[in-house]
């Protein structure tokens, strides 16, 4: 009855031993491969890391295949964690045994038997440290041999294996501690990886290297006496230290980096987003813009940008922002004179020429309830000149005619089609300020904007994901326009008048370069493209404050030539695109007509039907209006001069006057007095009160008459 009691008793036992087996087995896995995502990572076109991330339960940004990783730092693991590991089944017995006697004998826990294929149940599948843990992970060892192969279990247990700091594998942990690749690592530095997974916590070089070095000294032995290091490599070891490195990305694009996780958080679940990031361009322009915010910090320049586009795929190859956590170009800034292309390209679009002339002389027009003067950059007025000159060189006051020809708010419209979002306010808040660039708006914006006069007038939004789906285009400007416009932002003779002879804007290939300058000197801008680049260069302060003289053409334009450097050392030549549709006819530099004997000349393109005539001098219509006073004036006397003193001109528009014999000036409907066409103002002798003004001139055959303005004087 004993002995049956005994049976029933070890069966029973026996059963719940099984049954609690099995009951808690966890099945192997179907792949050992990981994909769960808490934090994606962001890489350049070629793979190379834009950002780190161990947020991640799992290795799945840094998981390199068995045969890329050396077979020396394999053979080291296999030694130090599972020596007969291509020789069991999952379990290693005659380890077991050993270490079990070898623990009776001291007392206490001093060797381990885990095999490599244990280790990886354990990183599989998490449980605290018991013996029953240990029971199963004995049984899921050998099923998951059943279903993967030794290679496929080592690929998985070096990329995986945990170590300090929430780093996961040998590649991470070899940057973590070395900042080294794979296979750079010296034996000892291989050593101490294999050593280290027994107990990354305690021996965690980064709190010392001390403690680790009497277990690769007896580990050494064990290399040497297995003939995987020799008797040089062995004393070389023991004499010669662990020498750490703090890891580092090899290139910095943190300002790219967080747009994208702030614009493209959908995609977050994916473990890497490769961009369209060219890490050698990268690390090329941004020691570029460092070295010349650096040259021009005595001149109060604390922060630049360059955005660098491939336009002919419209991915950007270079985002570089610098001296600030702030994204310069993401932040709005003054453009001065850059948005000059997109209006005369509307000036062309409506109906001028690159040889129609526009009056370069002094200008004042009202802006608010005020007058405000209208001068060049260099104070220097030149009369008429050709559209082709005034782009050339940049000139403020033909940019204010041009933008009386097309409208502001046709213009604003055009700038917003072509992705100048920031411009958000009424075409009224901006005025004829626009020419000049008085509305902020980002870099990006403006290079993104300046792709569109390199791609024939066809408006793409730039990409930042490699292999992202085809976006949509429109067009903004045709092919023939956009090739007027390029071979004016590359011509050097036409802009020779402001800039000179300098060859600083002069580039090997050819490009087309525009600088510009905000009020104060608080922005400089240069932008480009050539055949296939189009790249953007902003210097200034994020603090608003102004540089010392620092303007497009003295600062930045040094940046963009250096880049262009860059990007065309290992480019074929090509010229920009020039429509074959355009008008080849040679004129007049004088007068923009067809060439004559009599005069210098020079070649100029034309669109078809626009092409000038052989006597007839083309000069920009503009409807007759008063200059002075502007609609809503405020004046105000002065107290310090006797009332009787006091005059105010009044002043009739440049419009050209065809066999006109007089002008007659009103004020409150009574003729205040006559001048001749050729005198085109006359004194008012001031009055306070809300007055009207305006003009009558008489010609042959009918007689004109100015809008009426009110205006006050207080």
Partial sequence: ???????????????????????????????????????????????????????NDWNIHDYVPLHEIPENLQQIFILAEDKRFYEHNGTDWQARLHATWQNMKALRIVR??????????????????????????????????????????????????PYASQRRGVVQAARYYFDRDLDTLNIKEMMALAILVRSPSR?????????????????????????????????????????????HLSVQATHFVIYMLQNYQDLQSKGRLQTTLDATI??????????????LRSKNVKNGAILVVDHQNQEILAWVSTGSQIDAILTPRQP?????????????????????????????????TGMHSFRNYSHHYYGPLRLREALGNSLNIPAIRTIQF????????????????????????????????????????????????????????????????PTSKHQIFTPEITSIIADILSDQDARS?????????????????????????????AVGFNHRYTVGVWLGNLDQQPMSNVSGASGPALVLRAVFAELNRYEETQPLYLSPQLHKVNICRGTGQ???????????????????????????????????????????????????YEAFALKLSDTPLKEADIIEWLVDGKVIGTTSPDERQILWPVERGTHIAQARVSTSEKRLVTPIVRFYVK
């Fill in 594 to 644: 067809r060439a004559t004997e009599d005069c210098p000349s020079r070649v100029e393109w034309f669109i078809a039907g626009t092409e000038p005539e052989e006597a007839n001098q083309t000069i920009e219509s503009q409807p007759l209006r008063l200059k002075q006073p502007s609609p809503g004036l405020q004046l105000a006397m002065d107290p310090r001069i006797p009332d009787e």
């Fill in 497 to 525: 008048k402001e800039f000179g002879r300098s060859t600083l804007l002069r580039f090997p290939i050819q490009t087309a370069v525009k600088t510009g300058t905000s009020t104060d000197y608080r922005d400089a801008w």
């Fill in 336 to 368: 001065g004179s850059t948005l000059k292309p997109f209006l005369y390209a509307l000036a062309l679009e409506k109906g001028w020429t690159a040889a129609t002339l526009i009056h370069d002389t002094p200008l004042a027009e009202a802006v608010g």
């Fill in 203 to 247: 021996l965690d070089l980064r709190k010392n290297t001390t403690a680790i070095e009497a277990p690769i000294a007896r580990f050494a032995k064990r290399l040497l006496a297995s003939k995987l290091i020799t008797q040089a490599d062995y004393e070389n070891i023991l004499t010669n230290p662990l020498h750490l490195k703090d890891a």
């Fill in 1 to 55: 009855m004993h002995k049956k009691y005994i049976w029933l008793t070890l069966t029973l036992a026996t059963t719940i031993l099984i049954w609690k087996t099995y009951s808690d087995l966890t099945p192997p896995p179907k792949t050992l491969t990981h994909s769960a995502v808490q934090k994606v990572q962001i890489t350049d076109r070629h793979g190379t890391p834009l950002s780190i991330t161990y947020q």
């Fill in 112 to 161: 381990g038997a885990s095999t490599i294929s244990e280790q990886t149940v354990r990183i599989l599948h998490r449980r605290p440290r018991t013996f029953w843990s240990r029971w199963l992970e004995n049984i899921e060892a050998r099923q998951l041999e059943a279903r993967f192969t030794k290679a496929d279990i080592l690929e998985f247990y070096l990329n995986q294996v």
């Fill in 406 to 469: 097309v409208g502001a708010d046709t213009f604003l419209q055009r700038l917003r089609q072509i992705g100048l979002s920031s411009l958000i306010a009424h075409s009224d808040y901006y005025g004829k300020g626009l020419a000049l660039g008085n509305g902020g708006i980002t870099l990006f914006e403006l290079v993104q904007a300046y792709t569109s006069l390199a791609n024939q007038g066809d408006f793409h939004p730039l990409k930042v994901l490699r292999n992202a789906p």
């Fill in 282 to 295: 990268q690390r090329t322009v941004q020691k570029i813009l460092e070295q010349r915010v650096q040259t």
